[in-house]
């Protein structure tokens, strides 16, 4: 994973860029979920949030919902739980199983102790102030309740960073080119213990380590070509890059049969301390 430039990561909480292009609809996020397919081991995500929440009841909310993947996945297997959907982009919601709300995050229109357990997952990042919007997140959870966060390693695909900066370098004719934009690097796995043991007394990490083998660049280039809302900020021309990044792929495929990315994500499960509101 890259570090972000500081004008890469004001783009990456931009709230106008997120509700209107990056989540304006499903798509981008879909496909960056879909590179998992060919991930092994294989992990159910939904499934884990389901089996940390087998000693929750009331109300779970879903903050940074996106397509709706983990909502879908409550509604079906916990239909006991008031599962509320909620994201910034009303267009990503269309959907999303109701009850859903357009929301931001770091000022949910829920009243203190309201939630039985709040999932952020792989949303941390996106936010402004990271801080803030943790501890905004435990002021409506009751004090017995857990939040699932989720994100991914520092270490994560680096190889589709080295191929971007491959294919970057070559479409400006340079031996490296700038490094493709990092969504988790602000909230990554390294980082956030810290980010969330501040406001939480427990935070316990199930790391997912895994190995993603394709041996067809489409999933890798549907994955670089989701970054588009960011092209701006890539500092190269961004479809010449994802057609020399296809190149570049389909050439190790062909020469190795294979083409495979080392994964590391997580996920946090955090128990609210008693003393949070003093």
């Known amino acids: 994973m890259t570090s972000n430039t500081a004008q890469q990561d004001a783009a990456v909480t ?30 159910d995500l939904p499934g884990i949030v389901v089996e940390e929440l087998v000693g929750t009841s009331g109300i779970v909310l879903d903050v940074g919902c996106g397509n709706g993947k983990f909502v879908g996945r409550l509604h079906k297997d916990r239909p ?14 269309a959907d999303v199983p109701k009850p859903v709300l357009v929301a931001d ?10 939630a039985d357990a709040v999932l952020a997952l ?16 435990a002021r409506v959870l009751r004090p ?10 520092d ?32 909230f990554s796995l390294e980082k956030a213990p810290e980010y969330l043991g501040a406001t939480f007394s427990e935070v316990r990490i199930q790391q997912l380590p895994g190995t993603i083998v394709v041996t067809d660049p489409t999933p890798v280039v549907a994955h670089l070509a989701s970054y588009e809302a960011w092209a701006e900020q890539c500092g ?8 020399r990044a296809t190149e570049i792929v389909t050439s190790a495929i062909n020469t190795d049969g294979s083409f495979q990315i080392a994964c590391l994500g997580g996920v946090l499960v955090c128990r609210v301390q008693d003393c949070r509101h003093s």
Request: hydrophobic share 40%; proline share 4%.
């Open 14 to 43: 931009d709230k106008s860029i997120l509700a209107n292009s990056a989540y304006a609809d499903g798509r981008h996020l879909a496909a960056r979920q879909s590179i998992y397919r060919w991930q092994q081991p294989q992990y």
């Open 236 to 243: 190269v021309p961004f479809e010449e890059t994802v057609d």
């Open 122 to 137: 792989h949303m941390l990042y996106h936010v402004s102030d990271i801080e803030a919007t943790i501890k905004e997140l």
């Open 144 to 153: 017995d309740g857990v939040l699932i966060a989720s994100t991914n390693s």
């Open 155 to 186: 270490t994560d695909k680096r190889e589709l960073d080295q191929l971007w900066a491959k294919a970057a370098g070559d479409v400006l004719g340079i031996p490296k080119g700038p490094a493709r934009v990092s969504l988790s690097s602000r």
């Open 80 to 93: 006991d739980l008031q599962v509320v959907g909620m994201d910034i982009s009303a267009g990503i919601l």
């Open 105 to 114: 995050a770091q000022a949910l229109p829920f009243v203190d102790n309201s």
